[in-house]
């Protein structure tokens, strides 16, 4: 049996419905046909020059990104520009593009879950439920023994193996805390309505940084690509199951996500 890129919608709107999507989101096909066959996938948070190269040199028909690169309407597509040139070269090297966002976020085994997974946790509430109670944004975690944040921020080191800023004192026991992958700052104020006063996410702008310092509420900071990253293998362990129940065997593969930032922390002598 061969595999088209229908399919693969199909398989996505099964596993994350696109009902849940953001209003303002752009979910689904970008770039390619419905009726194009797969005859290799790479799953990615981002696409990026590498990610299309990558993938046109492995075969790897089919991009599924969880960031859209089409997200607003274009009012052109110019090769001279960033978007353009990476929208000609999709074309231009006959691969597809699927982007599956929000509602990836939103599903009980989505992006926040794959996290805590991975810290060998477990989440309990969403932070922000939808109407339909099965769905939501964010996680809460309750821990069974407290700790020191300065030992869940160097869990969440070891986990990502890349840079963490923290908003508050390193010495505070915390029972509980909430992540919230990608930019979910403004997960603040339901969390505190919890009595949780801490919140591992991504792009926490200095006032909210400012506003948490102040009112003795943690930051745990981390790169926004690398705390979605996780969701991956969730995804592409889910395909394998589809395509063994079909008989397909094509290859997927993933490809990480590195952080755009470098971080430099000087000491001044005064
Ligand atoms: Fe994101």
Redesign the pocket.
């Known amino acids: 049996m061969s595999l088209y890129v229908k399919d693969i919608c199909k398989f996505l709107e099964n596993i994350a419905p696109l009902q849940l999507a953001e209003p303002q989101d752009n979910n689904g096909l970008q770039i390619g046909s419905f009726f194009n066959p797969v005859f290799g996938i790479l799953l990615t948070i981002d696409v990026s020059k590498d990610v299309i190269s990558y993938a046109s040199e492995k075969n790897l028909n089919l991009i599924i990104s969880?960031?859209p690169l089409i997200y607003k309407p274009l009012s052109n597509i110019i090769q001279d520009e960033y978007k353009g040139k990476l929208i000609y070269s999709i074309i231009k090297k006959n691969l597809n593009l699927i982007s599956w966002h929000t509602p990836l976020d939103k599903i009980s085994d989505g992006v926040s879950e794959a996290f805590i997974k991975a810290l060998n946790l477990e989440g309990s509430d969403f932070i922000l439920k939808e109407k339909n109670e099965n769905f939501g944004l964010g996680r809460v975690v309750y821990l069974k023994k407290s700790i020191k944040l300065k030992d869940l921020v160097e869990k969440i080191k070891n986990l990502i193996n890349n840079w963490v800023m923290v908003v508050g004192d390193l010495e505070t026991e915390i029972d509980s805390f909430g992540f919230c992958g990608?930019s979910g700052a403004f997960l603040k104020d339901e969390l505190k309505k919890l009595r949780i006063n801490t919140l591992i996410t991504s792009d926490v702008k200095y006032h909210y940084a400012k506003e948490a310092h102040e009112e003795g509420f943690n930051f745990i900071i981390i790169d926004?690509g690398i705390s979605?990253s996780f969701v991956l293998p969730f995804l592409k362990l889910k395909i394998q199951e589809f395509l063994k129940t079909h008989n397909i065997n094509i290859p997927i593969e993933i490809l990480k996500n590195e952080s755009p930032y470098k971080i430099f922390v000087y000491k001044r002598e005064d």
Do not use: F, T
Request: glycine share 20%; net charge negative.
């Open positions: 969880h960031h990608g926004h979605e």
